[in-house]
């Protein structure tokens, strides 16, 4: 099985089945899937940045409006309560 895809993707002959399906995506060279790539660190610190920003982005979204309706609900029970 680890020989049907080359560790090196420029070594790929051109009439693998699978380069003729990389084509149209647009490809350079054959891509076999799956695995781990030689990612830049620079990349590799970008993905961090984006997926710390990401998890901000939905920890705002969900707490964001939970704040605002828990302070609207205590205004509602200290208005009914006579307290405000």
């Known amino acids: 099985?680890?020989?049907?895809?080359?560790?090196?993707?420029?070594?790929a002959p051109a009439s693998h089945p699978w380069a003729d399906a990389d084509r149209p995506r647009g490809l350079d060279a054959p891509f076999a899937p799956g695995g781990e790539d030689d990612a830049l660190p620079e990349r590799v610190a970008?993905?961090?940045?984006l997926t710390r920003l990401l998890v901000l982005l939905v920890v705002l979204l969900v707490g964001v409006p939970t704040l605002l309706t828990?302070?609207?609900f205590v205004g509602q029970l200290a208005a009914l309560r006579g307290d405000g």
Do not use: F, V
């Open 70 to 72: 828990l302070i609207g």
């Open 1 to 11: 099985m680890a020989d049907d895809h080359p560790s090196d993707p420029e070594e």
């Open 46 to 49: 970008d993905e961090r940045r």
